[in-house]
């Protein structure tokens, strides 16, 4: 049996209610650096739900859970030989760290596609964000760069749809969000390999 975390994430001051968002998590050594493990770096890795389970090597860590404008506290824990350790963070509000004042995530990146042809008709980015009201989206596959502004919804939830005929399913690509007023607030997904889904059937009433 292989040693691991099991971490889990609470609604913000609710120390008994699991959250349901997306959040990122990272794990750190006793030394303060990211934890590298098996050509893993586990620096802000996607917690759908609020929760994962993350292996790791015998030893103990530190943990912390990020969303756009909140963080968790930190969570030390100690992992035994063949042991999978329970983590619960607990998100306060007021915080033991600062987040900062614009944050943009780049949950989920797909391609919609309505036949069985390579290149899909339409690329989705969705996502969180905290302190910023529009957001630009590019799409780099190649040297082909396509670009579109999107707006943050008053939950924090962005998404947009771009055309980019040059981008291909189960090809590479890179997606870029950046806050519209704010250059120095984005960031950038790496997709190894554009996963393509069919188009939803249509609502007949």
């Not at 919609?112 to 596959?141: L, Y």
């Not at 291909?168 to 889904?197: G, I, M, W, Y």
Request: net charge neutral.
């Amino acid at each position: 049996m292989a040693s691991g975390l099991d971490i889990w994430i609470t609604k913000p001051e609710a120390a008994c209610r699991m959250d349901t968002r997306t959040w990122r998590v990272t794990i750190y050594d006793t030394h303060g650096n990211v934890l590298q493990f098996a050509g893993i770096l586990y620096a802000d890795v996607k917690a759908d739900y609020a929760h994962t389970t993350l292996s790791v090597p015998p030893g103990r860590y530190v943990v912390q859970g990020k969303f756009p404008g909140l963080r968790t506290d930190r969570a030390i824990a100690t992992v035994g030989n063949g042991e999978v350790v329970g983590v619960l963070l607990f998100v306060s509000t007021r915080g033991p760290v600062s987040p900062p004042s614009c944050e943009i995530m780049i949950d989920e990146v797909f391609g919609v596609r309505r036949n069985s042809g390579a290149s899909p008709e339409e690329i989705v980015v969705k996502g969180p964000a905290f302190g910023c009201q529009e957001i630009v989206v590019t799409i780099r596959c190649g040297n082909h760069d396509f670009r579109q502004t999107t707006s943050v919804a008053g939950d924090g939830a962005w998404r947009t749809s771009i055309r980019a005929p040059q981008c291909l399913c189960d090809r590479p690509l890179s997606v870029t969000a950046e806050c519209a007023h704010d250059p120095n607030c984005r960031t950038t997904l790496d997709v190894p390999k554009l996963e393509c889904r069919g188009a939803p059937e249509p609502v007949v009433h």
